[in-house]
Nanobody, 124 residues
């Protein structure tokens, strides 16, 4: 079984930065891609960013392109999401997810395991 634990969320002001972490533990796969999604109140869960197994591919949602950066440290089995220039519309619960294989994808249904989420609130 694979467990994902997110951390790093909080309450910040517009323009501030946060870094989210996702610790991947348990019986991890020999290779996996990872992603970050978010869900605001009353809205569907949406794609934010993904990273391939080797970190060579990192697709982003248009709304965060240029402000957010996804990365991974496989020695620590941890995936990160650096969020800069935060906006009130970034307010949401952020979820980490992993999928077997090497390819990064925006497709929510492609992910096999999910974390419990961490709240990010950006005040104006």
């Amino acid at each position: 079984q694979v467990q994902l634990v997110e951390s790093g969320g909080g309450l910040v002001q517009a323009g501030d930065s946060l870094r989210l972490s996702c610790a991947v533990t348990g019986r991890t796969f020999s290779s996996y891609a990872a992603g970050w999604f978010r869900q605001a109140p009353g809205k569907e869960r949406e794609f934010v960013a993904s990273i391939s197994w080797a970190g060579m591919s990192t697709p982003y949602a248009d709304s965060v392109e240029g402000r957010f950066t996804i990365s991974r440290d496989d020695a620590k089995n941890t995936v990160y999401l650096q969020m800069n220039s935060l906006k009130p519309e970034d307010t949401a619960v952020y979820y980490c997810a992993v999928r077997r294989g090497t390819i990064a994808t925006k497709e929510r249904r492609s992910y096999d395991y999910w974390g419990q989420g961490t709240q990010v609130t950006v005040s104006s």
